[in-house]
């Protein structure tokens, strides 16, 4: 039976009385419970051995008894092999380990008190009975071929409208074109129902998935410690990264703390990370916050890896690198390797089908939530259920960053299914909650694929915030490291509810999203980890530094305090600092289903930070006071006026059709000139063109003097085209125009009313300027100070005895 075509079928089998529920361990042992089946007479250790009554799931799940609190873990083993079926080892004794068994099959389940004064936990095992739905890897019937092409996308309203088609559109693209993957014949329809564009990238992905996992079973093989920081050869598995955290943390208490994020998931699992800090316990120490995270995206393996090969570069740093050791003494780093723990969990142990079908979990996008799904698809556990990895909200569509807009999913079933409402999740609750009450200065969120460093805003027409050049220029040298591409990211397509669109806009730390090589969503370990972070080949970082040296970048400037705002005064020891700010943000006009609109969402958020005075002068690294959302907007006030309108005379006769351009060159060629300063000053010139039928097919395309095409507009089914370009240097240019296809060849509807339209740069917009709120309370937590803190970046305020002399001296800073 093939475990990822399985559907639960609702029969739920206890597997044990209430007497044998209860597991002891008289001592804590710290081990990893995963690693082997121990003997009955190992200390810290309790098994049961269990015999599965289905074909189906077993649960595996600790609680704590009594109340008593501690970190206990939970493995489950095939008797007869020793082989490890699932496991758990979170932080706490909250854990489920869940995979696929069949029935009359012997299994051992141990327990593991890993840490803490709990000496007894409650173990609950459920056997859960599922029917085959979909199509079984192990039955010989053959799958669907999925594959990978490219849709040429060369405008906005292209790329929007192929975000409405339902498809699984990856985040490889550029201002042309963006890879989508086709699982099957029904989505290769859609597509050419649609009228796009597209060419073959990999004609059976399907076949690549095989090839990569049996490419990483051969490295894993021959190589025992790979370059990365922990030497890991292979990708690792949720109770692997639970593990090695806590680990890290034990053996390097004073430098590294483990800790539950506020919100367990859909399905109940912990979502941890690490705080990295000298005095790590100190979180109200004033340092600025470096915030790196992986996999919103189940799928994404290479996400987690990178964020956790990050927690061990700079632990191992610290030790033998005194560059490192010194940024890590300035700053302070917070690691979630997974952020979509569900999602993870599933999708790294499903069985290998790789025919990106609705029941191919490998290949699930989303986390769990499934009360959003129609009524006859939320039955099932997230592992095995009647809508397949469909079901679920897409967390990096959730945020309310502009949430409801362009670029995310409307429907249930949606790849970028933006949920019910903004936040309406826990896995976008949990970086919510740390991103609004610690100072978070810089972020970085991990995804896969592109080779792209992100950057906001997620949509053009919000235009770029006013200090555009600042955050370009940090995007810009991260990508020198890891060779991507550095772009806004709507460069690659509208997206809304996204991670940094609501951090950074939010609360002015600095936000990218990483889009990690070229090659899929997890493949090969070898390049996808280890030659993208070490910067070697393939990776597009080789010799530069790869994804290790924009970590280390971006650490350097967390570290800098022209990059953030600083509070400095003084305080006696053991009073409390507290900034505070709340504001409303209204989100996009939602749009609906029927493509119509809602008025916005106001979204309150409230940031609440603390600085504990450790007596005497202090300096407290802070973002800048007025959000970026309210600052104001980048432009250029214009030096001159626009240039005017010219137009473009169409040649005598209509070329041959060309489906192949620019390989094929036949076209018509029109010139023209752009000036510039100081007759001109262009912010943008559009050309356009215009033909009777929609049925017939012009392409327009622009290139410089040099012959470079610097844009184009290739759309199907419209009777128009327009291209634009931003900032357009003065010099030669011309338009070429393709007939890529004629209704009637015999009497060909020739293009016309050709343009070139010149506009003025758009000026800055600058709004208010925001306060926060700075309070002071004693050691027994009465208010003894107050006042108004407008903080610019890269400013220092000095705010003086706060704590004692907050009036007078707030009073003195208006005058």
Same mark, same amino acid.
């Given at each position: 039976?093939?475990a990822?075509g ?7 089998? *206890?597997s044990a ?12 042992v710290?081990?990893?419970?995963h &690693? ?7 200390s ?12 189906g ?6 609680a704590?008894?009594?109340g008593? %609190? ?9 008797? &007869?092999?020793?082989?490890? +079926?699932a496991?758990?080892s979170?932080l ?6 869940e995979?696929?068994?069949?029935k ?5 389940v ?6 803490g004064?709990?000496r007894?936990v ?12 979909g ?7 053959? +799958?669907q071929?999925?594959? +990978?092409v ?8 292209d790329k ?5 088609l ?17 699982a099957?014949?029904a989505?290769?329809k ?10 073959? =990238?990999?004609?059976d ?7 990569d ?18 030497g890991?050869?292979? $990708?690792?598995?949720?109770?692997? $990264?639970?593990?090695?955290l ?13 800790f539950t994020l506020?919100? *367990? ?10 705080e ?6 100190? #979180? ?17 393996w290479?996400?987690s890896?990178?964020?956790?090969? /990050?927690?061990y ?7 033998k ?7 890590v ?9 997974i ?22 979990y490998?290949?699930k996008?989303k ?9 006859n698809?939320?039955?099932g556990?997230?592992k ?5 990895r469909d ?10 960053g502009?949430?409801?807009g362009a ?7 949606s ?5 019910s ?22 972020l970085i969120t ?7 460093v ?12 006013? %200090?555009?050049?600042?955050?370009k220029?940090?995007g ?6 890891n060779?991507?591409d ?22 002015g730390?600095?936000g990218?999203?990483?889009? #990690?090589n ?10 996808a980890v ?6 070697v ?14 970590f ?9 305090p022209?990059a953030?705002?600083?509070?400095i ?11 505070h ?6 989100t996009?006009? +939602? ?8 008025p ?17 002068r202090?300096? /407290?690294?802070?973002?800048?006071s007025t959000?970026?959302?309210?600052a ?6 214009p ?14 006769? =209509?070329?041959?059709e060309n ?10 060629? #029109? ?7 100081p007759e001109v ?9 215009q ?8 392409d ?22 327009r291209?634009t370009?931003?900032?357009? *240097?003065?010099?030669? $240019?011309?338009?070429i ?19 070139v ?14 306060a ?16 108004d803190? $407008?903080?610019?970046?890269g ?5 003086? %005895? ?7 001296a ?6």
């Amino acid at each position: 039976m093939g475990a990822a075509g399985l559907a639960i079928f609702g029969i739920t089998v *206890p597997s044990a009385t209430a007497a044998d529920n209860v597991l002891r361990a008289d001592q804590a042992v710290a081990r990893a419970c995963h &690693a082997s089946v121990l003997s009955r007479r190992a200390s810290g250790a309790d098994q049961r051995e269990l015999t599965s009554t289905v074909d189906g799931l077993i649960q595996a799940r600790l609680a704590p008894r009594d109340g008593a %609190e501690g970190d206990w873990d939970v493995a489950v083993f095939d008797k &007869a092999t020793g082989k490890i +079926v699932a496991a758990s080892s979170a932080l706490r004794s909250r854990e489920l380990a869940e995979s696929f068994v069949k029935k009359g099959q012997q299994l051992v389940v141990q327990a593991c008190r890993y840490a803490g004064p709990a000496r007894t936990v409650t173990l609950g095992v459920d056997f859960l009975a599922l029917t085959p739905q979909g199509t079984p890897t192990t039955t010989g019937t053959p +799958v669907q071929r999925a594959e +990978v092409v490219r849709v040429q996308t060369p405008e906005r309203k292209d790329k929007n409208r192929l975000l409405g088609l339902g498809l699984d559109v990856t985040e490889k693209g550029d201002a042309t074109g963006v890879e989508v993957v086709l699982a099957d014949d029904a989505d290769r329809k859609t597509l050419r129902d649609s009228g796009f564009q597209f060419s073959t =990238v990999n004609p059976d992905l399907s076949r690549t998935a095989r090839e990569d996992a049996a490419k990483d079973r051969v490295y894993a093989a021959k190589v025992q410690a790979s370059a990365l920081p922990s030497g890991r050869t292979s $990708y690792r598995h949720l109770y692997e $990264y639970e593990y090695e955290l806590k680990e890290l943390a034990r053996r390097n208490s004073k430098l590294v703390k483990a800790f539950t994020l506020s919100n *367990p998931t859909v399905e109940g699992r912990d979502v941890v990370g690490v705080e990295i800090a000298t005095d790590v316990d100190n #979180i109200a120490d004033g340092k600025p916050v470096n915030v790196t995270m992986g996999v919103h995206h189940a799928r994404e393996w290479p996400a987690s890896e990178h964020a956790i090969e /990050w927690a061990y570069e700079l632990v191992n740093g610290y030790q033998k690198d005194p560059a490192i050791k010194s940024l890590v003494g300035r700053t302070r780093n917070i690691v979630v390797p997974i952020v979509n723990a569900d999602g993870f969990s599933i999708s790294r142990e499903a069985e290998p089908k790789g025919d990106f079908s609705r029941f191919d979990y490998e290949m699930k996008r989303k986390n769990c939530r499934a009360d959003d799904s129609p009524p006859n698809l939320r039955s099932g556990v997230c592992k095995a259920n009647p809508g397949g990895r469909d079901r679920g909200t897409d967390p990096n569509r959730n945020y309310a960053g502009f949430w409801g807009g362009a670029g995310a999913g409307v429907t249930w079933s949606s790849e970028t299914f933006r949920g019910s409402a903004p936040f309406s999740e826990p896995e976008t609750r949990n970086i919510r909650e740390i991103v609004s009450k610690r100072q978070v200065t810089n972020l970085i969120t991990l995804h896969t694929y592109g080779n792209l460093v992100l950057r906001p805003p997620g949509v053009a027409d919000v235009r770029a915030p006013l %200090e555009e050049p600042v955050v370009k220029a940090l995007g810009d040298k991260m990508a020198s490291r890891n060779g991507y591409d550095s772009i806004p990211s709507w460069g690659l397509y509208d997206t809304t509810g996204t991670t940094e669109d609501w951090s950074y806009w939010a609360t002015g730390g600095f936000g990218f999203t990483f889009e #990690i090589n070229t090659a899929g969503f997890h493949p090969a370990y070898e390049n996808a980890v280890v030659a993208e972070y070490t910067g070697v080949a393939p990776a597009a970082g080789a010799g530069k530094g790869g994804n290790r040296a924009a970590f280390l970048d971006m650490l350097s400037n967390a570290a800098d305090p022209a990059a953030h705002s600083t509070l400095i005064g003084s305080a006696p020891r053991g009073y409390q600092l507290k900034l505070h700010k709340t504001f409303q943000t209204p989100t996009s006009p +939602v749009v609906q289903p029927d493509g119509t609109t809602k008025p916005p969402i106001y979204v309150t958020d409230k940031l609440d930070s603390t600085y504990s005075s450790t007596g005497g002068r202090f300096a /407290w690294s802070i973002n800048p006071s007025t959000r970026p959302y309210v600052a104001g907007r980048y432009g250029r006030e214009p030096q001159g006026p626009p240039q005017a309108t010219q137009t473009l005379a169409n040649p005598p006769g =209509v070329p041959a059709e060309n489906t192949n351009f620019p390989g094929n060159p036949v076209s018509e060629r #029109i010139p023209f000139t752009v000036k510039g300063l100081p007759e001109v000053d262009n912010g943008r010139f559009d050309v356009s063109v215009q033909w009777t039928s929609p049925n017939t097919d012009w392409d327009l395309y622009i290139v410089n003097s040099a012959g470079e095409v610097v844009t184009q507009s290739a759309s199907g089914g419209t009777n128009s085209e327009r291209a634009t370009l931003l900032d357009p *240097p003065a010099g030669e $240019y011309a338009a070429i125009m393709v007939n890529y296809d004629q209704v009637d060849p015999a009497n060909p509807d020739d293009w016309a009313n050709g343009k070139v339209e010149f506009s003025s740069p758009i000026p800055p917009t600058y709004g208010p300027k925001e306060a926060y709120t700075l309070t002071c309370t004693d050691r027994i937590g009465r208010l003894v100070g107050i006042a108004d803190v $407008y903080a610019d970046r890269g400013q220092t305020v000095d705010v003086g %005895e706060v704590c004692t002399n907050s009036a007078r001296a707030n009073k003195q800073r208006r005058r």
